[in-house]
Structure formats: C-alpha cells, structure tokens
C-alpha cells in the first residue's frame, strides 16, 4: 500500500487524508464541482476533479471513482462513512480493479449489509431480537397483517437502508399502508432497491453500539461500546464513550453479541454493531454498520486508538496493534455540529461560513470540515464539524463541553450548536440522578424550547461555478476547467495563446 485514494467528501476525508500522511501513505482527494474549494480538497497530497453533470452524483460514481484512482496511480480505495462505504458493489469494483479495498470483503458486506440476512446471522448466534418478519414483503397488506397480530407501533424499514433512510414508523393502523409505500419510494430513490420488511418498534430505547476491529481470519477486538441515543430523525447527533448508565450484564450482553456475530463472517476492518436498550433493559440487536461512523471520536480519545489507522493497517494485512477492551481513559462526548436549524425541525441551512473560532485546552478535539469562506452544498450532507471534549469522569465531560461549546464560533448558516448548549443544560442528558431519560425520539416528543433556537438564516450559497473547456496542447485535445469568479474572456484567451504558443 502507498497511495489512496479518497472516495469520500468533507470532515471525514480530511481525517482520513491526516491518517495516511501520519502512516507515509500518499492521499488522494476526489470533488464535484460544487465543492472544488471545499478544505477536504487541500487536506490530500493530490486532488482530481470527478465528472460533473451527469445523472449520478459525482461522489457516487462507482466508475469514475476507480478511474481516477487509476489514473492517479493510487493502489487503495477509502470509502470513507458515506453511501459507498457500505456498498458491496463499489467494493467488488475496486477489487476487481486490482486495488485494495479499505473495508471488510465485499461478500461480508452484502451479508451485513442486508438487515433481514443480518437478522438472520444475529439469530443464528443467539441475539435477542425485536419480533420482525422473516424476509422482505410484498405489499402493505402484510405490513398491516403484522401490526394486527403483533401490535403497535411497528417500524417499516428498508431493506439496504441506513442512517435513517428508508425507516418509517406508524403508530396507527390506518396509516401503515402510506408509510409503507412511502419507505418503498425513499429506498428506491436512495438505494436502488426497494425490499422492506416489518419489526416491532420498541418506543422510547436508547441506541448503545459495540466498535470493534476484525483482521479477516476470525480475530475480532472489541474496543469500546457508546452511547448514541441524542438523534434527530434516527440520525446521531451526540456520541459518548463509554456507553453510560448500562449494567454489567446489558455491556456484556453487547460484546459478546458484537464479538459473536463478527466472527461468524470472519469480518476485516473496522465495524459498528448496533443494538437497542428498552425501556425495561432488554437488549436487542439492530443492525451492523460496516463504515468508519463519524461517532469514531469519542472512542477514540476514551481508548486511545486510531481507528483509521486500524483501517488502513488491516487493508495492508498487518495485525491488529489494539488490545481486546482497553481501559477507558476517562469519558468523551462527540457533538455533530451540522448546518441545520434546530428551531425548525433541524431543516438543512446551508450558508457560507464567515467566521469560524475554534475552542481549544487539554481534553478538546475538533475535526472540522470547514474553513472560513467555505460551505456545505445544498444537497450534501451538513455536517460542519465535531467537537470532542474528554473529561475524568461523565460530569467532568460535561462541564468542559460546556465551556467549549460556549466558545466555538459558527457564523453564517444556522448551527445545531444552539441545541448542544441546550442539551447540555437539560436534567434528562445530564442525568443527575444517576439515570438518563434521553432515549432516541427524545428531541422529537419530549425536548421544550427547541422552536425558541431558529434564527433568520441566509439564503443558499451559490455553488462553485466551473467554466469548462478545452485547449491544445502539441496537437492534443486536453480539458481544462477554471473558475468562473475569476474567468473573463480575456483570461480565457490569454491561457489559450500561453499553452498553445510554439516556443520562441
């Protein structure tokens, strides 16, 4: 392994990017148009423009991803926690191109990847699961046949789904029908494909997740299990580690399930395994994330081990350097500081950010996607930055991301970060009586004051505009492309006449 390539966007590929110069790996950057200035693009040794203007987004590109990697004579491919990370097909590609694949094998992945064939493995190895359908159905007829004989609420859910996509829950039974065919339609619109299946919703559990590291030959180490139940619309907004408030019994109920079922499929790289905790304790198995989640963080500072360099390390087929459960070195907590506004439903505000002040002291990690100047594009995912505070215990944590998020600075579009300073206020996160009430519809039913935090915001910035072209270099067609901001004629026609003058 020397060079890798990048297939990803954002704070995560900056991240990645400062793995592979720690390790001497050369790194290569991929951007769509709209995002030719953004800080991920500077963050690689190299950056290659993607394709622009055709019917799949750049950054989804299965083709054009592996060509530029070999083009750019990069030898591996880093998904890094978007769509392609779990994709089997962009992995088998990029194998098949000769290249190594930052990730479990592609079979693994279609196994892991398809929650009713990873229901099926959980069970094989004695999880505890929530009552669900054995495969995939057929029309919403059985979705309504489910909820009468096993009650309500259920939870519709796509098939190849995740973060939250292709998941609808109903509540009453006359609205089974459309929330089923409304899953369907967001599954194939996301996904390409459209199978869904039924499961009982458990109302009001918290999302507990064992991370773990596997070398492909049946070794598994379970490094730390955390705590994601602050979410909005089934999407994590703040991690903890370790996972707080569980019982001896309900951790080793995650680990040992998390260690079971990884081994089964002898899985290579790093993976998340995703349970839920109900209201009465009992633990059950949700799915297994076969990415790098963005909630890394938080374990890795509670560890002390590098993830990513795990990765890349274990794609090279060296050994894991992590020992099985580390002593937690402190308690962590990961805010996800997105361009949204909290006092409107968290609906997307993407602006250009005009000031930027980051926090900083002992126990204070941010990984930022964003430079002043930059934006997040409408229609990318609106992730700015995260902030990582670690303290000597939960309330040590908590006290230090107060003082931190007081003094970040995020001007431009609305922020979440009006909700993180709230939520580090409310009594059922900051639990003082020894017992959370956050759970993961928490923000939706039960959090006051969250309609008191929207603010005017700006419109959407305008994309990057490009001007491409073409000129002559020896006689050979070759494509250039120059930002419109800065592009008149004159500067055209002057590039022109300098590449395509003879020499003097």
């Known amino acids: 392994m020397k060079k890798v390539l990048i297939a990803e966007r954002g704070e995560i590929a900056v991240r990645i990017a400062g793995a592979c110069a720690e390790l001497e790996l050369g790194s290569v950057s991929v951007y769509a148009d709209d995002d030719a200035d953004a800080l991920h693009v500077t963050s690689a040794d190299e950056a290659w423009a993607l394709p622009t203007g055709g019917a799949v987004d750049p950054y989804l590109d299965m083709d054009a991803l592996v060509d530029v990697a070999q083009r750019s004579g990069a030898d591996t491919v880093h998904p890094g926690c978007g769509p392609l990370s779990e994709n089997a097909e962009f992995a088998r590609r990029v194998v ?45 007829d059985e979705a309504v046949a489910f909820a009468q004989k096993h009650g309500l609420p259920i939870a519709l859910k796509a098939a190849h ?15 089974v029908s459309d929330l089923f065919d409304s899953a369907v339609r967001e599954a194939v619109a996301v996904f390409g494909r459209g199978e869904c299946f039924v499961e009982q919703y458990l109302d009001r559990p918290r999302h507990v997740e064992a991370q773990l590291l596997g070398d492909g030959r049946g070794g598994i180490v379970v490094i730390d299990v955390r705590d994601c139940s602050v979410q909005r619309r089934h999407q994590k907004l703040v991690a903890e580690s370790p996972a707080p408030f569980l019982t001896g019994e ?37 799915e297994f994330g076969t990415a790098l989640a963005v909630e890394h963080a ?8 590098d993830l990513v360099r795990h990765q890349l390390l274990i794609a090279d087929d060296r050994p894991i350097e992590a020992v099985d459960r580390p002593s937690p070195r402190g308690h962590s907590l990961t805010f996800r500081v997105t361009a949204e506004d909290p006092g409107r439903g968290f609906l997307p505000a993407p602006a250009v950010v005009s000031a930027l002040a980051l926090p900083g002291g002992p126990g204070v990690r941010i990984d930022s996607g964003v430079v002043v100047g930059g934006a997040v594009p409408a229609g990318r995912d609106s992730l700015l930055l995260t902030v990582t505070v670690t303290g000597r215990d939960r309330d040590g944590a908590i006290r230090r991301a107060r003082r931190c998020l007081t003094a970040l600075t995020v001007e431009g579009p609305a ?90």
């Not at 196994?111 to 359908?133: E, F, H, N, Y």
């Not at 789904?161 to 609205?175: K, M, P, W």
């Not at 990057?464 to 592009?487: N, Y």
Request: no cysteine.
């Open 415 to 504: 922020t979440s970060l009006p909700f993180h300073r709230l939520l580090l206020d409310e009594p059922a996160f900051t639990a003082p009586e020894g017992r959370t009430g956050v759970h993961t519809r928490w923000i939706e039913t039960e959090l006051d004051g969250l309609e008191l935090l929207a603010v005017p915001t700006p419109g959407s910035p305008r994309a990057t505009a490009t001007l491409r072209t073409w000129v002559e270099v020896d006689g050979r067609r070759v494509a250039i492309g120059l930002p419109a901001a800065v592009t008149t004629a004159d500067v055209v026609a002057a590039l022109t006449a300098a590449v395509v003058a003879p020499e003097a």
């Open 250 to 286: 309900q951790i080793e109920t995650v680990v040992d399930t998390a260690r079971s079922i990884a081994a089964a499929v002898s899985y290579r790289g790093a993976g998340t395994v995703e349970f839920l905790v109900s209201r009465s304790g009992v633990v059950s198995f949700l």
């Open 96 to 140: 098949a191109a000769g290249l190594t694949w930052v990730g479990p094998d592609p079979e693994t992945m279609e196994v892991l990847g398809d929650k009713i064939a990873a229901r099926a493995l959980a069970d094989s190895v004695g999880a505890a699961l929530v009552v669900g359908t054995a495969g995939p159905i057929d029309t919403a």
């Open 298 to 305: 938080s374990t890795e500072q509670t560890t002390g081990v």
């Open 161 to 175: 789904g995740g973060g939250g996509l292709g998941l609808r829950v109903a509540r009453r039974l006359d609205e």
